[in-house]
Structure formats: structure tokens, C-alpha cells
């Protein structure tokens, strides 16, 4: 199995040693990110005080369950120092041609899968159930990918299909990556925080709040979290080889499983970003109000350019063999820009996706540690204290998590029809354009009512955005008014020349 996934494309050698180079440091860098925070921030918590024999600053989870912490500490360490050295050593080309930094980088990834399944739970039994769940999703792959490919013959693809293909794998990974980044750190960090002492019920310090409070909510968080981690850390180990990979893809076993990942993603936020049910249900209901409004804009736009095309139909005269060329020519070059556009609004949705969903489980103003006074412990202190901010603050930002969960749907998978398959898929991603746009908008809005405690600060952050606007204005117009003068000089220039010859 390791040597399997450590086998490569047969191409040419440059090519192979930039992929390998870019899926390494990919890889390597994010996954440095959130290992030095998780080492930094153990999960439990620290200790606030020193009291019982503990110090302050020192890990809760050290003492309460030192078998538990070391094997955090050890698994974590491990991938953080792999990542580090996979991103110092990855510039030397005999460690990337002998698939030493590939072999390094699937080490740190059961890094990550052992550090998880030791910090983001207290029980030996959930720790199983965590790693299980990776098993769980490479059997599946298999299965999926021999029942679909049984009538498959074997066959070799053309160079435009494979390269639709290595598209696909770019998005797929791109996606894997940073879900597995946002969904280990929201495991080890839960929404609510941790129990800082022991209190008079029995609960022990360092093990989540929300776990005694709401203990089905908790539940429905963990195990959602813990899906879509395993099932993105099993997608980048897929993704890594070629003969894993393309028929995985080619038979939409990896687009099926990143489906199930987005929707436990967005069952998470919905469970841990808010201690009532009702709340939960809204963000469902915004789910297919997202999706109502993008299938509205796809049908204006499609009626639109239905009743241009009717209004300009002429019969198609005949073209020659060069103009047949340059028809060919315009339309490789229309799909570099889809491709460019699929990738561009890809990135944007899931980094703002990343940024909302831990902003969700993380609210600004964190949560009440101990419950009194008539506040629940884990509940939002902002939702106590400044409700309506809050309101503003959840909603624009639950909005924009699930538009952005929305918009990577709808780039995953080839769901458009195949008649008119070209315009569908223009109209399409007029459609994901417009909803990033009001996706970066109500974020925006939840940062302005999050960032700060006053309204009129809010409003300063507001203007800011004018402030910005004018500021490309004024750039824009200087740059084409020095444009023009450079374009006028070199006319002058030019005519002063010509003059010149005549007189010579």
C-alpha cells in the first residue's frame, strides 16, 4: 500500500517533479499552520491559576489524562517537524524524484489522523471510532470505484480528457486540504470551550462544555466534524497517486465523498454554532433559500440569452479550413477562462467558507465558562449581552458559509445538462459570480457587527469599503491618463520623425 502511494504518473520528468513539488508544499504548509497552533493550543485548555499542585499556562489534559496528552503532543509534533523539513528539503530534486517528501508528507497526514483522535475526545472508544472512520471511506472508494467500472473497458484518453481530469484532481485537493485544516482545529478547539476547574457535578476540568450542557448537540457536532475530517485526510491520501485517483475520479467515488464531507460540514456548524434547535433549522432553511435564489438567477439568465439567441438566429454560412482553425483556436482559449474562473471562485469559496466556519464555532466575545446569573455555560456572551449585534453577526455569517458551501457544490461535480452543455455552463457561473459577491458582502456585514461593540464603528467600517473603491478609482484614472500621454508622446514622437525624413 505505501509503495502504491507512493508511485507516480509516467510523464516527463519536469512535469512529474512539479506536481510533486506543488502537492508537497501544498500539503506541508498548511499543515505546519494549524500543527503549531494545535501545540500552542492544546485541547482542554490551560490551567488559570495555580491551585491543587497546578501550575498556570500548563495543559489541563496533562493532568487529567497524561496518556491522552502525550499521544496528542507526539502525533502532533510529528507532523508539524515532518511538514518543516518537507518544506526546507523540497527544493532538492533527488528527495522529490525518489518520493522521500511524498513518503514524509503521508506520514504527517496519520500524524494529523493519530493527533485528532487522541485530542478532540476523552474515551478510548470514540478514539477508535475517529480512526476507524478513515478506513471506512478507502473501503467505500474501493467498492464504489469496481461497481461502477465493471462494464468499463480499458481504454486510453485523450490529452483533453486528461487534463479536464488533473483539473478536477486540483479542485478535489484544494478543497480536501483546507476542510481538513478548519475541521482539526474546530475537533481539538470545540464551540463552547472547556471546563476550566472542576465543578460540583462531577464534570472534570478540560473536557467540553457543550458536552454536559447540550449533550446531543455535542454529539451531532463531534461525529459530523470527525466525518468530514476523516473523509478529507482519506481524499488527499487517494489523491496523492495517479492509479488511485483517476479511476476514482472518473467514476465520481471522490466527488461523492466530498459531497458527504460538505454536508457534515455544514450539520456541524449547525449543531455547534448554536445552542437551539430552532437556530439550527434556519440555517437548513438558508441552505435552500441559497440554492432557490442561484436557481433563479440560472433561469433569468438562460431565459435571457434564449431570447437573444432567438432575436440574432441566422443560418451559419460556411467557413473554411483556417477560419475552422481560429474557431478552434477561440475556443481552447474560452476554456482556459472557464477553467481560470472554476478555479478563482473555487479558491474564494472555500477560504471564505474556512474563515466563517470557525467564526461560527469560535463568536467573537467567546462563551461563559461557568453557568449563573441566568447565563448557560458555552453560550455565546455577545448573544447575552449585545443580541441584536449578535443577530446581525450569526446570521450574515451563517449566510455566508453556506453560500460558499453552495458555490463548491455546484463546482465539484458535472451536473449540467448536455444539451447546450457551453451555455449552461456560462449562465452557471454568471450564477456562482453573483452569489461569491453577496457571499463576500454578508461577510463582511458579520465582520463589521463582530469586530466591534459600537454601531457607529460598524459604520466606519462601512465607509472604509468607499474609501478603498475611491482609492482604485483615483489609480485607474491616473493610470489612464498617464497612458494616454505616453501614447500621445510616441505619436509626436513619431511625426516629428517622419517630418524629419522628408527634409533630409
Same mark, same amino acid.
Given at each position: 500500500?505505501?509503495?502504491?502511494?507512493?508511485?507516480?504518473?509516467?510523464?516527463?520528468?519536469?512535469?512529474?517533479?512539479?506536481?510533486?513539488?506543488?502537492?508537497?508544499?501544498?500539503?506541508?504548509?498548511?499543515?505546519?499552520?494549524?500543527?503549531?497552533?494545535?501545540?500552542?493550543?492544546?485541547?482542554?485548555?490551560?490551567?488559570?491559576?495555580?491551585?491543587?499542585?497546578?501550575?498556570?499556562?500548563?495543559?489541563?489534559?496533562?493532568?487529567?489524562?497524561?496518556?491522552?496528552?502525550?499521544?496528542?503532543?507526539?502525533?502532533?509534533?510529528?507532523?508539524?517537524?515532518?511538514?518543516?523539513?518537507?518544506?526546507?528539503?523540497?527544493?532538492?530534486?533527488?528527495?522529490?524524484?525518489?518520493?522521500?517528501?511524498?513518503?514524509?508528507?503521508?506520514?504527517?497526514?496519520?500524524?494529523?489522523?493519530?493527533?485528532?483522535a487522541a485530542g478532540s475526545c476523552r474515551d478510548?472508544? *470514540? =478514539?477508535?471510532?475517529? +480512526?476507524?472512520?478513515?478506513? !471506512?471511506? @478507502?473501503?467505500? &472508494?474501493?467498492?464504489?470505484?469496481?461497481?461502477?467500472?465493471?462494464?468499463?473497458?480499458?481504454?486510453?484518453?485523450?490529452?483533453?480528457?486528461?487534463?479536464?481530469?488533473?483539473?478536477?484532481?486540483?479542485?478535489?485537493?484544494?478543497?480536501?486540504?483546507?476542510?481538513?485544516?478548519?475541521?482539526?482545529?474546530?475537533?481539538?478547539?470545540?464551540?463552547?470551550?472547556?471546563?476550566?476547574q472542576d465543578d460540583k457535578l462531577g464534570h472534570?476540568?478540560?473536557?467540553?462544555?457543550?458536552?454536559?450542557?447540550?449533550?446531543?448537540?455535542?454529539?451531532?457536532?463531534?461525529?459530523? *466534524? =470527525?466525518?468530514?475530517? +476523516?473523509?478529507?485526510?482519506? !481524499?488527499? @491520501?487517494?489523491? &496523492?497517486?495517479?492509479?488511485?485517483?483517476?479511476?476514482?475520479?472518473?467514476?465520481?467515488?471522490?466527488?461523492?465523498?466530498?459531497?458527504?464531507?460538505?454536508?457534515?460540514?455544514?450539520?456541524?456548524?449547525?449543531?455547534?454554532?448554536?445552542?437551539?434547535?430552532?437556530?439550527?433549522?434556519?440555517?437548513?432553511?438558508?441552505?435552500?433559500?441559497?440554492?432557490?435564489?442561484?436557481?433563479?438567477?440560472?433561469?433569468?439568465?438562460?431565459?435571457?440569452?434564449?431570447?437573444?439567441?432567438?432575436?440574432?438566429?441566422?443560418?451559419?454560412?460556411?467557413?473554411?479550413?483556417?477560419?475552422?482553425?481560429?474557431?478552434?483556436?477561440?475556443?481552447?482559449?474560452?476554456?482556459?477562462?472557464?477553467?481560470?474562473?472554476?478555479?478563482?471562485?473555487?479558491?474564494?469559496?472555500?477560504?471564505?467558507?474556512?474563515?466563517?466556519?470557525?467564526?461560527?464555532?469560535?463568536?467573537?466575545?467567546?462563551?461563559?465558562?461557568?453557568?449563573?446569573?441566568?447565563?448557560?455555560?458555552?453560550?455565546?456572551?455577545?448573544?447575552?449581552?449585545?443580541?441584536?449585534?449578535?443577530?446581525?453577526?450569526?446570521?450574515?455569517?451563517?449566510?455566508?458559509?453556506?453560500?460558499?458551501?453552495?458555490?463548491?457544490?455546484?463546482?465539484?461535480?458535472?451536473?449540467?445538462?448536455?444539451?447546450?452543455?457551453?451555455?449552461?455552463?456560462?449562465?452557471?457561473?454568471?450564477?456562482?459570480?453573483?452569489?461569491?459577491?453577496l457571499d463576500l458582502v454578508t461577510l463582511l456585514?458579520?465582520?463589521?457587527?463582530?469586530?466591534?461593540?459600537?454601531?457607529?464603528?460598524?459604520?466606519?467600517?462601512?465607509?472604509?469599503?468607499?474609501?478603498?473603491?475611491?482609492?482604485?478609482?483615483?489609480?485607474?484614472?491616473?493610470?489612464?491618463?498617464?497612458?494616454?500621454?505616453?501614447?500621445?508622446?510616441?505619436?509626436?514622437?513619431?511625426?516629428?520623425?517622419?517630418?524629419?525624413?522628408?527634409?533630409?
Amino acid at each position: 500500500m505505501f509503495l502504491l502511494l507512493c508511485s507516480t504518473i509516467q510523464c516527463s520528468g519536469k512535469e512529474v517533479l512539479d506536481k510533486a513539488r506543488s502537492l508537497v508544499l501544498l500539503l506541508a504548509t498548511l499543515a505546519a499552520a494549524i500543527t503549531y497552533t494545535a501545540g500552542l493550543k492544546p485541547p482542554g485548555g490551560l490551567w488559570q491559576d495555580n491551585t491543587e499542585g497546578n501550575m498556570a499556562g500548563d495543559p489541563i489534559l496533562l493532568t487529567t489524562n497524561a496518556s491522552r496528552y502525550k499521544a496528542f503532543f507526539y502525533c502532533n509534533s510529528v507532523a508539524f517537524v515532518a511538514s518543516l523539513v518537507a518544506i526546507v528539503l523540497v527544493q532538492m530534486e533527488i528527495l522529490v524524484k525518489h518520493h522521500v517528501l511524498e513518503a514524509a508528507m503521508i506520514l504527517d497526514l496519520f500524524g494529523l489522523i493519530g493527533a485528532y483522535a487522541a485530542g478532540s475526545c476523552r474515551d478510548a472508544n *470514540n =478514539s477508535i471510532y475517529v +480512526m476507524a472512520l478513515a478506513g !471506512l471511506v @478507502l473501503v467505500y &472508494v474501493v467498492i464504489h470505484v469496481i461497481f461502477f467500472t465493471l462494464d468499463h473497458e480499458d481504454k486510453h484518453h485523450g490529452d483533453q480528457a486528461n487534463q479536464l481530469l488533473e483539473k478536477r484532481r486540483k479542485r478535489l485537493l484544494l478543497f480536501a486540504i483546507l476542510a481538513a485544516t478548519i475541521t482539526y482545529q474546530a475537533g481539538l478547539t470545540p464551540p463552547g470551550g472547556f471546563l476550566l476547574q472542576d465543578d460540583k457535578l462531577g464534570h472534570q476540568a478540560g473536557d467540553p462544555v457543550l458536552l454536559y450542557n447540550f449533550p446531543r448537540r455535542y454529539k451531532a457536532f463531534f461525529y459530523c *466534524n =470527525s466525518v468530514s475530517f +476523516m473523509l478529507s485526510i482519506s !481524499l488527499i @491520501l487517494l489523491l &496523492v497517486n495517479p492509479n488511485l485517483y483517476r479511476p476514482a475520479i472518473r467514476s465520481n467515488a471522490l466527488s461523492v465523498c466530498t459531497a458527504v464531507g460538505l454536508f457534515c460540514l455544514m450539520v456541524a456548524y449547525a449543531a455547534g454554532s448554536t445552542q437551539h434547535l430552532k437556530t439550527s433549522i434556519y440555517i437548513f432553511v438558508l441552505v435552500g433559500a441559497v440554492l432557490f435564489v442561484a436557481a433563479g438567477l440560472l433561469l433569468v439568465f438562460a431565459l435571457r440569452e434564449q431570447n437573444n439567441s432567438d432575436n440574432s438566429a441566422v443560418a451559419a454560412p460556411s467557413i473554411s479550413h483556417e477560419q475552422e482553425e481560429e474557431e478552434e483556436e477561440r475556443n481552447k482559449e474560452e476554456e482556459r477562462k472557464k477553467h481560470a474562473r472554476r478555479k478563482y471562485l473555487m479558491l474564494l469559496g472555500i477560504l471564505v467558507a474556512s474563515v466563517a466556519y470557525q467564526a461560527g464555532l469560535e463568536p467573537p466575545g467567546g462563551a461563559w465558562q461557568s453557568s449563573g446569573n441566568g447565563y448557560e455555560a458555552g453560550d455565546p456572551v455577545m448573544h447575552d449581552i449585545r443580541r441584536p449585534r449578535y443577530l446581525v453577526f450569526f446570521y450574515s455569517n451563517s449566510f455566508s458559509f453556506v453560500a460558499s458551501i453552495v458555490v463548491i457544490m455546484m463546482l465539484l461535480p458535472h451536473w449540467l445538462p448536455n444539451e447546450k452543455k457551453e451555455e449552461w455552463e456560462k449562465w452557471s457561473l454568471r450564477v456562482m459570480n453573483w452569489t461569491i459577491l453577496l457571499d463576500l458582502v454578508t461577510l463582511l456585514v458579520a465582520y463589521a457587527a463582530g469586530s466591534s461593540r459600537g454601531w457607529k464603528t460598524s459604520v466606519y467600517v462601512g465607509t472604509l469599503i468607499l474609501a478603498v473603491l475611491g482609492y482604485f478609482a483615483i489609480h485607474m484614472t491616473l493610470s489612464i491618463w498617464s497612458d494616454r500621454c505616453h501614447r500621445h508622446r510616441l505619436r509626436r514622437e513619431r511625426l516629428e520623425g517622419s517630418q524629419e525624413n522628408r527634409r533630409v
